[in-house]
Structure formats: C-alpha cells, structure tokens
C-alpha cells in the first residue's frame, strides 16, 4: 500500500552526475530509473521535475561573463538534457515517459499543460516537467513546487544526497541533528537551505508538503512511499 496517490519527484541535476563532477552518469541515471519503475509498479501516478546543475546553472555563468538571462536559458536547456535522458532510461525499461516542456519546443518535448500532464498520470504513463518554470530568475524547486501544486500532486518528494534536513549542513558540521518534521515556518526561522525560499513558500501558501530523503540510496523512493520514516516531512 502506498501511502501517496500522486507524487512530484524533484531530482537535482547534481545528483545525476554521480562521482563524474559533470554530466550524466549512466550508472546513477540507471538507478533513478529502476527505482522509478519499481514505484510506477506500485500504482503511484509519477511527475518528475529535475534540475540542470550537473550541466548549467545561470547564475554560475553570471561571474563569467554571461548575461543572466542568456545563463539561465541555458540551464533550463540543461534540464531538458537530462528529461530526455531519463526519458530514455525509463524507456528502456518499459516504462512510458512524456517529456512535456514550460518552453515550446516541439518535438523535443510537448508543451506543458496541466491537463495535458494529469491526463497522462490518470493512463499510467509518467510525466517529465522539464525546462522548471520556463522563467529565468528561478529555480527547478520552485518549478517543481509550481507542478506539484498545478497537478495536485499529494506530496513533493525531494531526492536528495542526504538523508532529510539537519540543524546545519552535516557534510560540515559533524554535530548537526537531523530532523524528523519540521513546519515551513522552521525553516525560515532557522535559515535552513533546504530548498530556494519561493519554492518554500508556494508550497507553504498552497498545501502542498515536502519529503526530503536520500535518493541515491537504492530502494529509498520505495520506503517513503510505503511510508518509512528516512526522511524529513516539511508541512504546515
Ligand atoms: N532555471 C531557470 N528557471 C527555472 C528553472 C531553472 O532559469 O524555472 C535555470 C537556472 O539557471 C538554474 C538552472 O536552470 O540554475 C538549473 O536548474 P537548478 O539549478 O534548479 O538545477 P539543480 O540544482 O536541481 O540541479
């Protein structure tokens, strides 16, 4: 039994990587598959944002040269990279993946619509959001709290490389204590980097609640659907 009828998974570009420090690894690209076919079995309707910081970040380039607006056309470029490689690998795996767009670019990808994307979760197929909010100045959390709330998703599933949210960065500071839930309000009380604070607060206004966990440890996607404690729950 799952304990999440709909989900948006959030995937960082970073993550995608692996040990490469650039790109896409196949091997993690491969493991974020699997674990999405093993939850797509389950029943749970999957929409997938994710983010480009493994090829661009706008404002990265913003320090070399590059004019912001320019830069982050090009990272939301980089998220449709990486939607149509897992796309690919999902694919592979005979699982049938629509890559839809925030920017026109037929035949790439469709063109996002809400209705568009919940008709193909209600037939089973999973949904890849690619390009975030298809705005510069923003982020691909902010994109993905945005689809989650557009397609009334019931939860937000960050993935990240750590397992929830710490009273301070735990790769840094060995004594920092990981919470087990924490209210948006928290966050924003203790200046907790957990995602960009517009994404924070859309979700906030909207209702929609957060789980922070591990992806990069296989099977952890099925855990928290099943409803295992691994992670961090953000609510109201
Ligand atoms: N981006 C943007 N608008 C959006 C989403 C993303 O301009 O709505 C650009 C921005 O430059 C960002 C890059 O795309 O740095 C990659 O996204 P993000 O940094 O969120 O990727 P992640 O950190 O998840 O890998």
Same mark, same amino acid.
């Given at each position: 039994m799952?304990?999440?009828? %709909? ?24 493991? &974020?598959?699997?674990?999405? #076919?093993?939850? =797509? ?8 944002v ?26 939301? !470029?980089?998220?449709?990279?990486n ?25 790439i990808?469709?063109? &996002?619509?809400?209705? %568009?994307?919940?008709? &193909?979760?209600?037939?089973?197929d999973?949904?890849? !959001?690619? !390009? ?19 397609i ?5 599933? #960050?993935?990240? %490389? ?13 004594s ?26 859309? !979700? ?6 957060? &789980? ?12 928290v ?9 953000? =609510?109201?």
């Amino acid at each position: 039994m799952n304990k999440f009828n %709909r989900i948006l998974l959030k995937l960082s570009g970073e993550s995608l990587m692996g040990e490469q420090g650039y790109g896409i690894d196949v091997n993690r690209l491969h493991d &974020y598959a699997v674990q999405i #076919k093993e939850a =797509h079995d389950t029943g749970v309707q999957i929409a997938i944002v994710i983010g480009g910081g493994n090829i661009f970040r706008g404002l990265s380039g913003v320090g070399k040269g590059f004019d912001r607006v320019k830069g982050d056309q090009m990272g939301m !470029c980089a998220t449709v990279i990486n939607s149509l490689a897992l796309s690919s690998a999902l694919g592979a795996l005979g699982v049938k993946a629509h890559v839809l767009t925030a920017i026109r670019m037929e035949p790439i990808g469709e063109f &996002y619509n809400k209705w %568009r994307a919940i008709q &193909y979760l209600n037939q089973g197929d999973v949904v890849i !959001c690619a !390009c975030g909010t298809g705005s510069p100045y923003f982020t691909t959390d902010t994109g993905s709290s945005l689809r989650g709330i557009e397609i009334e998703a019931d939860v937000m599933l #960050k993935g990240t %490389r750590v397992d929830g949210i710490y009273t301070a960065d735990p790769e840094k500071d060995p004594s920092a204590r990981k919470f087990d839930d924490i209210s948006y309000d928290e966050i924003y009380r203790r200046g907790l980097k957990v995602m960009d604070l517009t994404a924070t607060a859309m !979700c906030k206004e909207n209702g929609l609640p957060i &789980y922070v966990f591990n992806m990069d440890k296989y099977g952890n996607l099925a855990r928290v659907l099943r409803g295992e404690p691994i992670g961090t729950y953000v =609510h109201r």
